[in-house]
Structures are given as structure tokens and as C-alpha cells.
């Protein structure tokens, strides 16, 4: 799995080298430096202590020396180097205790002492000094008495004392000062250790990194230039001349690109197909004012020298390698769509005509239709008027053969004034516009069960029919030709179920996933076979005889003119004495059609 370095890590990984190598080289420097200084404050406080300890004991000297004179002029010595030390120790004195007054300075108590010390040591240095400089012989008395009136060695054991336990206390601070002093620079040896160790692991980690990324980028290099080369459409990458950076294989292909072209001007490419200055000035557009470039149609000649239309979209992307910019340019051929499109355009055409010739047909058959049907009805009104007239003429003395011709004339008038009716019902459903409104079907189909039911019940008071109705939706439709399609559908279920005892209708319906209605109606009546299905919803197609069943052949054709114009469509199954189902769909309300139906 590849390495993924976030740009947040590799931001902040230089910085962390830097610091990581001021550590190395910074850190145990700067604590060795801490503990080289702590070690030289410890050692410079034992040369302190050792340098008052030297000048208490060079004071008792200086001290000693002076009443030696003294007591050597008690006892009338003379000597050269009574007089010598005399002259060294005398001046010292006072100079050795503001020394071991300064040196002392931070001890209280160095300080009390010192300071007794040098009354003492005025007083009883004035006695001496005076027998001294006056000459004269003292008394063993005298001599005794300015010995020890003003005692000093004790004073000067204290200090001594005094200053070996500060001695003491500093040499043990030094002695501590050195070992933290060697357990820094070992502590700092192995942070060293430790910050190289790491750093190396660091580098090593990094370099697998980095050769890990090359390689993965050089593997997914690899695969996006097959992918670039399994793309179908021209692709190339583009930059500000515009010249050509990278392209794929289709590209190549199309264009005819050399290898020796990778760089070279677009506008050099593929023998002047980019020579358009608009082109150009789009792609620069693009490139210079980030502006996309979408499905812009140019006509180019390309290398097989084909005329082609070409669809180019073109977009600005930054480089991954560089700060730069680049343009993403793919070109799309659309020459057979646009040969389609015109072929299209051109069938459009043909075809629009040819409608305009059928709705000019089907308007002048309509009108035929509609004319011949209405002039059709005085003629039969006159046919059953005066049968009827020469029937009640004729009275007794009409024979049974004459009875039978009348009755033929006026049952003909009365089927052909019902094919008139029918043919302008049917002739309606074509030319009349949609009245959408909601219709509830349930209410509907129970209305037009009541009126069967009592034309049923008219004709033949024995006749039983079972009705199985389930429940029905609310549609969208025009409510008088759906009142048609009930009417004409329940009339044929009846009509072909009189033989049946008893007649059993069933009507179900159910909502289909995409939203349409799915209505049966099923009967137990005559059936047919399905190998005329195809003639069952024409015009004057009739599958049964007239003597079995009456009727015009023209009610089904009108329920497939209604469900079409709303765009639905009807089918029937069924075998010979077994019954037969319709099946009809009306749209969902979005998909109903509301233009006049055109009939061929």
C-alpha cells in the first residue's frame, strides 16, 4: 500500500531537522557549559576558602614576628633579622585584614569575627608598636600584661574553624558540583547518542519514504499514462505557448503527434487543424483568466485528411511538480451525431409533411364520416317510418311473407341507425379535446353496473348475474370517454355472458410501480380465440356472428381511441367457452396526452 505523507508533515519536516540538529550539537554543549561553570564556582570557592585560611595564617605570622622584636628587645637581643621581619610584618598588617575582610564578605559570621579581631588586634598592636617605637626595655609585667590583655588566638582558631567548616561545605559542593558536571556530560554523551540515533532513524525512514513515493509516483505516472492511452477520446495538456506538454494515444492518432513534436506549438500540430485563432485565443483564455472552456464545436481536418466536427472543452489545472499552470484539453468527435442530427432533421421534415398529409386526410374522412353519417339518418328515419306505416296499412291482410319483409326492413334501419350513432360516438372520441378532471372510477363502475343490470333484468327477468368488483382508485381523465370505456367493456361482458348461468363479471385493479393503473375486467361468457386478437379492437371487426351476438363492431375500437389519446394502452386474453379478460393501463396524471388523437 502506498505511503501518504500529509502536507502538514512535510512542511514542518525541515524545521524539525534544523532543530533536531541544534539538539545534537547545542543541547550538551550548553549543559556541559552549565556544569563546567558550576564545577569552576565550586573550585574557585575552595581557593577562596584556601586563600583565607592563608591569610589568617600569614596575619598570626605578621602577628608573632612583631612581638618577637618585642620580646627579643625585652631580653636586650639584638639581630639584623629581628629588625627585617619587623620592617616585612608590620606594614602587612593592616593590609591582610581588609583583604580577609573582603574575602570574608559573604559570611556573617567571618565577618563578626573578624571584626573583634581587628579591635583586638588595634589595641594590643598599639601597645607593641609603642614600646617599639619608644625604645624602651618594658617589664616582665609590662610585657606580660600586653600579651595577654588583648588575646588573639583564640579569635584566630574560630576563624580558622569558621572557615575550614565552610571549607568543608564547599569542598562537598564542588565534590557534588563535579560529579553532576560528569553526569551531565555522560547524560549529554548519551542524548547525543540518543538525538543521532534518532536522526538516523529519521533520514533511513524518510529515504525508504521518499523512495517509496518515487516509486509510487512512477507507478501511478505509469498507470495514468495506459489509462490516458485506453481513453478513446483526445486528450492533451497544454501550457502557456499553448504548446503541447503530454497527450494520449487518440490524440497521437488523430492528430497524427510525432515523438518529436512533444513540446513543440499546438498550432504546429496535426497539419494546421489548430490553426484557428479563435482556438487559440480560448485556450490562452483559459489558461491566462481561468476560464473553462465547454463543448465549443470547431471543424477540423485531421491526419487520415477527414473533414470532421469536433466538440473541444478545455479547463485550467495546476501542475503537480511545479507552481505552474496548465490547460486540460479534450476534443470529442461528433461528426456522425451531427450527420445523425441533420438526417434526423432532414426525416423531421419529411416526416411533418407527411403528417400534415394525414391530419388533412383524417380531417377530410372525419367530415366524410360525420356528413354521410348525419345525411344517413333521414333516409332511415323514412326506411322504418314508412315500413312501420306499411305494416299498420297492410293490417289483416298481410300474409306471413309479407310480415317477415317488414319486419327485415325495419330491424336493417334500426342496426344501420345504430351504426350511425356509433360511427359519430367514434368520430367524437377523435376530435373532441381532453376535459381532464379527477374521476372516482368506483362510483363510476357501480353507475354503469345499475343501468346493465336493469336493461339486463328488462330483457330477461331470469337472467342472474354475479358481480365481483374490487376497489377503484381516483384517476385523472377525461370522465365522459372513461364512462364510454366502462360503459363499452361491462356491455360486452354482459352481452357475452348470457348463455352463461350464472353470468360471473369481475373488475380489479391494481397500482403499478411506476405509477400507473392496471384495470381487468373478466367474464365467463363466450370467449374467443386468440388468433384473431389482432382484429378485436378494429373498426367493424366482429369475431361472432350477428345472429349470435348483436352489435356494430365498433365499441372496442372506441375504448382503444379513448386509452390511447390518454396514453394507455388494452389487450385481451381468452379461449373459445372459457371467457375472455380485458386488461387496460392509464397513465400516472404527468404522462396523460392531451392533443387531439390523428387516425389513419
Do not use: C
Amino acid at each position: 500500500m502506498p505511503t501518504s505523507v500529509s502536507p502538514a508533515s512535510s512542511r514542518y519536516r525541515l524545521p524539525g531537522l534544523i532543530l533536531a540538529i541544534a539538539l545534537i550539537v547545542i543541547g550538551p554543549f550548553v549543559l556541559t557549559s552549565i556544569a563546567s561553570r558550576a564545577s569552576l564556582r565550586a573550585q574557585e570557592a575552595l581557593v577562596h576558602s584556601y586563600e583565607v585560611e592563608a591569610r589568617v595564617a600569614a596575619l598570626s605570622s605578621d602577628v608573632r614576628n612583631i612581638e618577637s622584636v618585642a620580646l627579643a628587645q625585652l631580653f636586650g637581643v639584638e639581630a639584623d633579622l629581628l629588625h627585617e621581619r619587623l620592617s616585612f610584618s608590620r606594614p602587612r598588617i593592616q593590609p591582610q585584614m581588609q583583604r580577609l575582610q573582603e574575602l570574608t564578605a559573604d559570611n556573617p559570621v567571618q565577618q563578626r569575627l573578624l571584626g573583634e579581631l581587628s579591635s583586638r588586634l588595634a589595641l594590643r598592636m598599639a601597645e607593641v608598636f609603642e614600646v617599639l617605637d619608644t625604645g624602651r626595655v618594658p617589664t616582665v609585667e609590662q610585657m606580660e600584661r600586653m600579651l595577654t590583655r588583648y588575646p588573639i588566638h583564640h579569635l584566630v582558631d574560630e576563624i580558622i574553624a569558621e572557615e575550614e567548616r565552610v571549607l568543608q561545605q564547599r569542598y562537598q559542593e564542588a565534590q557534588a558540583a563535579e560529579r553532576r558536571a560528569r553526569l551531565v556530560s555522560g547524560a549529554g554523551l548519551a542524548l547525543q547518542l540518543a538525538l543521532l540515533a534518532l536522526l538516523a532513524w529519521f533520514s533511513l525512514r524518510e529515504g525508504a519514504r521518499r523512495i517509496t513515493a518515487e516509486r509510487d509516483s512512477r507507478l501511478a505516472s505509469q498507470r495514468a499514462t495506459v489509462m490516458l492511452d485506453t481513453v478513446r477520446e483526445p486528450i492533451a495538456l497544454l501550457d502557456a505557448g499553448p504548446r503541447l506538454l503530454m497527450h494520449n494515444a487518440a490524440f497521437a492518432e488523430l492528430y497524427g503527434v510525432g515523438e518529436d513534436q512533444q513540446g513543440a506549438p499546438l498550432e504546429e500540430i496535426g497539419e494546421g487543424a489548430w490553426k484557428d485563432q479563435a482556438v487559440l485565443r480560448r485556450l490562452t483564455d483559459v489558461l491566462a483568466r481561468d476560464r473553462e472552456l465547454w463543448d465549443f464545436q470547431v471543424t477540423q481536418r485531421t491526419a487520415d485528411d477527414v473533414e470532421r466536427v469536433m466538440l473541444l472543452s478545455a479547463r485550467r489545472m495546476s501542475l503537480p511538480d511545479s507552481d505552474d499552470h496548465a490547460v486540460l484539453l479534450t476534443a470529442s468527435d461528433i461528426s456522425p451525431q451531427v450527420i445523425q442530427e441533420r438526417q434526423i432533421r432532414e426525416l423531421n421534415r419529411q416526416l411533418e409533411g407527411k403528417v400534415d398529409q394525414v391530419s388533412d386526410v383524417n380531417r377530410e374522412l372525419e367530415a366524410f364520416s360525420y356528413s354521410v353519417s348525419h345525411d344517413l339518418r333521414a333516409p332511415l328515419r323514412h326506411i322504418a317510418g314508412f315500413a312501420d306505416k306499411l305494416g299498420r296499412h297492410l293490417g289483416e291482410h298481410s300474409d306471413e311473407k309479407t310480415d317477415h319483409y317488414i319486419e327485415v326492413i325495419s330491424g336493417s334501419a334500426k342496426r344501420m341507425s345504430a351504426l350511425i350513432d356509433d360511427l359519430l360516438v367514434y368520430s367524437r372520441l377523435g376530435r373532441s379535446a381532453l376535459r381532464l378532471q379527477m374521476v372516482d372510477v368506483q362510483s363510476m363502475v357501480n353507475d354503469t353496473r345499475a343501468m346493465l343490470d336493469s336493461n339486463a333484468m328488462e330483457e330477461n327477468p331470469d337472467r342472474e348475474i354475479e358481480w365481483e368488483i374490487g376497489n377503484m382508485p381516483i384517476v385523472v381523465a377525461d370522465e365522459n370517454m372513461l364512462r364510454q370505456v366502462w360503459l363499452n367493456l361491462l356491455g360486452n361482458a354482459v352481452k357475452y355472458s348470457v348463455d352463461s348461468n350464472p353470468s360471473r363479471i369481475s373488475i380489479s385493479h391494481r397500482l403499478q410501480d411506476d405509477g400507473s393503473h392496471l384495470f381487468t375486467v373478466a367474464d365467463n361468457g363466450a370467449g374467443f380465440d386468440m388468433k384473431y386478437a389482432g382484429k378485436l379492437f378494429g373498426v367493424f371487426q366482429r369475431l361472432h356472428a350477428p345472429s349470435e351476438f348483436q352489435g356494430t363492431g365498433i365499441g372496442l375500437a372506441s375504448v382503444r381511441r379513448v386509452l390511447t389519446r390518454h396514453g394507455g394502452r388494452i389487450w385481451a386474453e381468452s379461449e373459445p367457452g372459457k371467457g375472455a379478460t380485458f386488461y387496460f393501463v392509464l397513465p400516472a396524471t404527468g404522462d396523460i396526452q392531451t392533443k387531439p388523437e390523428s387516425t389513419t
